[in-house]
């Protein structure tokens, strides 16, 4: 009996160190851009150089860095209205649609997270080619709502699932028709999951190169402002500070969606009836 025990606790051991290593090779990169966006010295190595706030400060009066943070604001709010939108009928019908239809859809509306970046970028940089709408700031837009379904299907699908199924039903029997379900009772219940989604899906939006690379006209987002700089060796630490600012929001906007959405599944268990 001790022996097992003994066994286990070794095995508990090992998978503990596997975790934190597995942690410290994921997350250690990540804390390098900080570190060396306040070092004093344009190359990013040991030993740092002493402490600077240079490169922040340089982030203020960029026209151009200011042209691309209003064009991702802007696209990401567009687009993640337009996906938590889309999200929020795809998951409904899902779950009470009760047709074959909308369940393909939904699943269908899932698939782009399992499709290669290049590919998806690549097909959408044929189709508005073919509308005639060409690489602009319309294409980002479509291309962003397409990458950010899958998050908001996925959010308002789980919060749809939470609310008991006797809320919607006594609503029906009191004489609400489907659609005074759905905006009177249904949709006010899932305003937390509404408002994670919404942030799920702007970080997706405001975060997205691969798919602007393809559809990007003479008005680049952020991060393919980013990408143009690191082509010169003198912008590197701008490029790390606003990596850092950048880290630092998109982390306190998904720390909030998160926390929304679990006010939202912990009020649902609370209130089961």
């Not at 070794?10 to 090779?25: D, E, I, K, P, S």
């Not at 009760?98 to 970046?117: Q, Y």
């Not at 970028?121 to 709502?145: D, E, M, Q, W, Y």
């Amino acid at each position: 009996m001790s022996a097992t025990r003994s066994g286990t606790n070794a095995g508990g051991r090992w998978l503990g160190l596997y975790v934190l290593a597995y942690l410290v090779f994921l997350y250690l990169p990540i804390l390098l851009i900080p570190l060396f966006s306040f070092n004093d010295s344009i190359q990013a190595a040991f030993p740092l150089q002493g402490f600077t706030l240079e490169w922040y400060a340089t982030l203020y009066g960029n026209p151009a860095l200011s042209g691309a943070l209003g064009n991702s604001l802007v696209i990401g709010v567009v687009a993640a209205s337009g996906a938590t939108l889309c999200g929020i009928t795809v998951s409904y019908m899902d779950l009470y649609g009760r047709s074959p239809l909308a369940a393909t859809i939904s699943a269908v509306a899932r698939l782009p997270i399992l499709i290669p970046g290049v590919i998806v970028g690549i097909s959408l940089l044929i189709l508005v080619n073919l509308v005639g709408l060409g690489p602009s700031r319309v294409a980002i837009v479509l291309g962003h709502i397409l990458v950010a379904l899958p998050a908001t299907v996925v959010v308002m699908r789980s919060r749809f699932a939470a609310i008991p199924k006797t809320i919607r039903e006594a609503a029906l029997d009191l004489g609400a028709s489907d659609w005074m379900t759905f905006r009177r009772v249904m949709l006010p219940l899932s305003l937390p999951a509404v408002l994670s989604a919404f942030m799920l899906a702007f970080l997706t939006s405001f975060d997205e190169f691969i798919v602007v690379f393809f559809l990007a006209g003479t008005e680049p987002t952020l991060p393919l402002y980013i990408w143009s700089q690191l082509r010169f060796p003198r912008s590197l630490p701008t490029v790390m500070a606003l990596g850092t600012v950048i880290l630092t929001l998109s982390f306190v906007i998904a720390a909030l969606a998160e926390i929304l959405r679990h006010r939202g599944l912990g009020a649902a268990r609370r209130n089961p009836a």
